[in-house]
């Protein structure tokens, strides 16, 4: 059949295609523009020599289905990967596929769920989560069908064991949390929690999406834990944003390997009947587990987060512990510098981290309630006024433990300036007239939306007439 008419698709000359792109690019805002403060999101700098390294024509011009052979430059990355991993993290097995953080909380629950189901416990159908845990954490384990248990912190904001000895029992498969948690806050008695849900036969499950502040300082295994997953997009500077694109490799103990999912870089020595290998006396290959869950992606991972990844680890070494220090460094000045200058206390308080002396560690919570109830000011109203001044606004109201809460973590990668220019203009948002911050922002592009409506009702087009 022939058309009558042709076909209404949108027409465009290239300079109206440039013209159009580059004001979209103009309108963006990520690490490369701003101060990006976005509490439990590490938006650190992404060093240039990463993207150089990983746009090398061995790296960027390879596909997933070539014999191993002709991949051996990659597969020697993976597994030089996988060991840096393991060693930071206290784990002796470790799989880059996951492709997103979620997505390596799932993976390493449904390793703990086959492990139990292995051992004839199919009855261990709870999973335990503080309220302070990462968000994800409830829904990645409900979607292994699991049943979360949701226990409270204490008035510290720290894990409660007396919470957590009343909501362990032989039905228990697992406990998720983040060390340090979400409040920014080091949980002491992390190696206690761990033995009471070993003592009841469950794992201790690590959420790496606060990574950054212990890196090189302390690991998940040496805590207690069992599975570990990592953000390579966080902690090992892989840039993201805007959905991605992400990485979440899992890090296991012995006793989990088997059910790592499927493939795992593995290398054996070099015979004389193998092609040209990597260059080290090795030859890489992929590995299946034995009791493997099977693929949570359809290739290996993202290759490209993994080379960059791999690229940051190489250079830092063993700087990646002072990376951690600056990241707290940083958290704890920009949080005692607000503090110091703001005026009146009663419309700013630190909520669930001890007294303001106490230190944090990467990120730290503000409650902006005693300013609502003074101003009629939110926290909503604070984040969006922030846009005025050239800032990507803090997290949101999360933890929903805070009422209304500012979470803050301005990374290792600031500087002293950035951050004392950060908390002047923060505070003098405190001070402003309360109309013209419930009415911000009024300098970008696009001034309120209506969130929900945006959320509901999705236009994801231009009009082409």
């Not at 022939?2 to 440039?18: K, Q």
């Not at 409830?138 to 949701?150: D, K, N, R, T, W």
Request: net charge negative; hydrophobic share 35%; glycine share 8%.
């Amino acid at each position: 059949m022939r058309r009558n008419t042709l076909p209404r698709w949108p027409r465009a000359s290239e300079p109206e295609l440039v013209r159009h792109y580059t004001l979209l690019s103009q309108r963006n805002f990520g690490i490369d523009t701003g101060f990006y403060p976005l509490g439990s999101c590490t938006m650190k700098h992404n060093p240039r020599i990463n993207e150089r390294i990983v746009q090398m024509p061995g790296i960027d011009r390879i596909h997933p289905l070539q014999p191993d052979s002709q991949v051996q430059g990659l597969l020697a990355i993976y597994y030089e990967m996988q060991d840096m991993l393991s060693i930071c993290a206290g784990m002796d097995s470790v799989t880059l596929q996951p492709v997103a953080g979620a997505q390596g909380e799932f993976t390493a629950i449904r390793c703990i769920q086959e492990y139990h189901n292995s051992n004839g416990e199919s009855n261990r159908n709870k999973v335990i989560v503080p309220d302070s845990a990462h968000g994800t954490n409830p829904a990645s384990a409900a979607m292994c069908g699991y049943e979360i248990v949701e226990i409270p912190s204490g008035t510290d904001g720290r894990l409660d064991l007396q919470a957590l000895r009343a909501a362990v029992d032989g039905d228990t498969a697992a406990m998720m949390i983040t060390n340090p948690s979400t409040l920014g806050v080091f949980e002491p008695e992390i190696a206690e929690a761990a033995r009471i849900v070993h003592e009841a036969g469950g794992q201790m499950y690590y959420d790496g999406a606060n990574f950054n502040a212990i890196l090189g300082k302390t690991d998940p295994g040496r805590m207690g834990f069992d599975a570990v997953h990592y953000n390579l997009h966080k902690t090992f500077s892989q840039p993201h944003g805007g959905g991605g694109p992400g990485s979440g490799p899992i890090g296991v103990k012995s006793h989990l390997a088997k059910y790592l999912p499927s493939p795992i870089a593995a290398r054996r020595a070099r015979t004389e009947e193998d092609p040209r290998g990597a260059g080290d006396g090795f030859w890489y290959f992929w590995e299946e587990p034995e009791c493997s869950i099977g693929k949570v992606q359809q290739w290996n991972g993202n290759a490209g987060a993994v080379v960059r990844a791999w690229a940051f680890y190489r250079r830092y070494g063993r700087d990646l512990e002072r990376m951690s220090e600056h990241a707290v460094l940083n958290a704890n000045y920009l949080r005692h510098r607000i503090m110091r200058d703001h005026d009146d206390s009663s419309t700013l308080v630190m909520p669930k981290d001890g007294a303001p002396s106490e230190v944090v560690k990467h990120e730290f919570t503000l409650d902006m309630t005693p300013l609502k109830d003074a101003t009629g000011v939110t926290a909503k109203d604070v984040a969006k006024r922030l846009l005025d001044y050239g800032y990507m606004a803090p997290t949101l109201y999360f933890p929903q433990i805070v009422p209304e809460c500012l979470m803050l973590e301005p990374t290792e990668t600031e500087s002293k300036d950035v951050l004392d220019k950060f908390a002047d203009d923060f505070l003098s948002i405190l001070s402003e007239d309360p109309e013209i911050v419930k009415n911000a922002p009024h300098t970008t592009p696009v001034r309120r939306v209506d969130e929900v409506l945006a959320a509901r009702q999705l236009i994801l087009r231009h009009p082409c007439e």
